[in-house]
C-alpha cells in the first residue's frame, strides 16, 4: 500500500475507531467501578449546556452529542497520529509509538484547552489524584491506536 500523507492519515483515521471502542469500555469499566463519574466528552457537552447551547435538548440528544465528540476526537487524534506516522515497525513498537501519543493527546486536551475552555481545571490544580486517571485511558486508546494503525496501513515490518 502506497503510505503517502492521505494513506497514512486514513488508516490513522480507522485505528482511532476500535482505539475509542476500547476506551470507552474501559471508561465504563471505571465509572462502573465508581472510579470515574464524568468523562471529558461528559464534561464537553455539560459545560454546553450550561453556555445555553444544547440546554433544551433531551437527554438522548445529549448523549448522542457526548458519544460523537468521542468518536470524532478519537477517529481525528488518529488520522493525525497516522498522517505523523511513516516506516515500518512491529506492532510491539507501534503500541508504545501509539501508548505515548495517547499521552501526548491527554495532555493536550486535559492539561491544555479542556481548561482553556472551562471545562475542568487542569491537572496541577485538581485536588485528587484520580484526575490523572485519564492518562491510564489515553495510554491504552494510544496503544490500541498503534496496533490497528499498523494493521490497517497494511506495513509489512
Given at each position: 500500500?502506497?503510505?503517502?500523507?492521505?494513506?497514512?492519515?486514513?488508516?490513522?483515521?480507522?485505528?482511532?475507531?476500535?482505539?475509542?471502542?476500547?476506551?470507552?469500555?474501559?471508561?465504563?469499566?471505571?465509572?462502573?467501578?465508581?472510579?470515574?463519574?464524568?468523562?471529558?466528552?461528559?464534561q464537553?457537552?455539560?459545560?454546553?449546556?450550561?453556555?445555553?447551547?444544547?440546554?433544551?435538548?433531551?437527554?438522548s440528544?445529549?448523549?448522542?452529542?457526548?458519544?460523537?465528540?468521542?468518536?470524532?476526537?478519537?477517529?481525528?487524534?488518529?488520522?493525525?497520529?497516522?498522517?505523523?506516522?511513516?516506516?515500518?515497525?512491529?506492532?510491539?513498537?507501534?503500541a508504545?509509538?501509539?501508548?505515548?501519543?495517547?499521552?501526548?493527546?491527554?495532555?493536550?486536551?486535559?492539561?491544555?484547552?479542556?481548561?482553556?475552555?472551562?471545562?475542568?481545571?487542569?491537572?496541577?490544580?485538581?485536588?485528587?489524584?484520580?484526575?490523572?486517571?485519564?492518562?491510564?485511558?489515553?495510554a491504552?486508546?494510544?496503544?490500541?491506536?498503534?496496533?490497528?494503525?499498523?494493521?490497517?496501513?497494511?506495513?509489512?515490518?
Amino acid at each position: 500500500m502506497e503510505d503517502g500523507l492521505i494513506t497514512r492519515a486514513t488508516a490513522g483515521a480507522a485505528g482511532g475507531v476500535p482505539a475509542t471502542l476500547v476506551l470507552s469500555a474501559f471508561r465504563g469499566t471505571l465509572r462502573s467501578m465508581g472510579i470515574v463519574h464524568k468523562t471529558a466528552p461528559m464534561q464537553v457537552v455539560d459545560r454546553l449546556v450550561e453556555t445555553g447551547f444544547a440546554s433544551e435538548w433531551p437527554p438522548s440528544a445529549k448523549r448522542l452529542l457526548t458519544t460523537g465528540a468521542h468518536f470524532g476526537y478519537g477517529v481525528g487524534a488518529g488520522a493525525a497520529f497516522g498522517a505523523l506516522r511513516t516506516g515500518k515497525s512491529d506492532y510491539a513498537t507501534e503500541a508504545a509509538v501509539g501508548a505515548s501519543l495517547g499521552v501526548l493527546i491527554w495532555g493536550v486536551g486535559w492539561a491544555g484547552w479542556l481548561p482553556l475552555l472551562g471545562v475542568h481545571r487542569a491537572p496541577w490544580n485538581e485536588d485528587s489524584p484520580d484526575a490523572l486517571l485519564p492518562v491510564l485511558d489515553h495510554a491504552v486508546f494510544g496503544a490500541v491506536w498503534g496496533i490497528s494503525n499498523r494493521a490497517f496501513s497494511g506495513r509489512k515490518d
